[in-house]
């Protein structure tokens, strides 16, 4: 069992940045693969970046839309993920959500889910 929470969520103009951060309970923190989704109105969740376990170390994975302006990285002592936004632009307006899943690698798909944080960005 794992408990997610998100924060860090709010209204920001484009350009601006945000971090958001999903705090883990419930299971040994560094085991987890982690990882953003969104979901804007009327839209599909999609993944936005993702944090996994290897063999040889942690492996990140981005959405194309939002490689190079987003970063995904964890602490293990906090038991906290964080997404740092930067030149945030109107079509990254979503619900945030945090997820984990106990696989290694990327999963493909995550078993616990946090209830999510609103973004909102003003042109």
């Known amino acids: 069992q794992v408990q997610l929470v998100e924060s860090g969520g709010g209204m920001v103009q484009a350009g601006g940045s945000l971090r958001l951060s999903c705090s883990a309970s419930?299971?040994?923190?560094?085991?987890?693969?982690m990882g953003w989704f969104r979901q804007a109105p009327g839209k599909e969740r999609e993944l936005v970046a993702a944090?996994?376990?290897?063999?040889?170390?942690?492996?990140?994975r981005y959405a194309d839309s939002v490689k190079g302006r987003f970063t995904i990285s964890r602490d293990d002592v906090k038991n906290t993920v964080y997404l740092q936004m930067n030149s945030l632009k109107p079509e990254d307006a979503a619900v945030y959500y945090c997820?984990?899943?106990?696989?290694?690698?990327?999963?493909?798909?995550?078993?616990?889910w946090g209830q999510g944080t609103q973004v909102t960005v003003s042109s």
């Open positions: 997820a984990a899943a106990g696989t290694m690698g990327i999963p493909r798909n995550y078993d616990y």
């Open positions: 419930g299971r040994t923190f560094s085991s987890l693969a």
């Open positions: 944090l996994g376990n290897t063999w040889s170390g942690r492996l990140t």
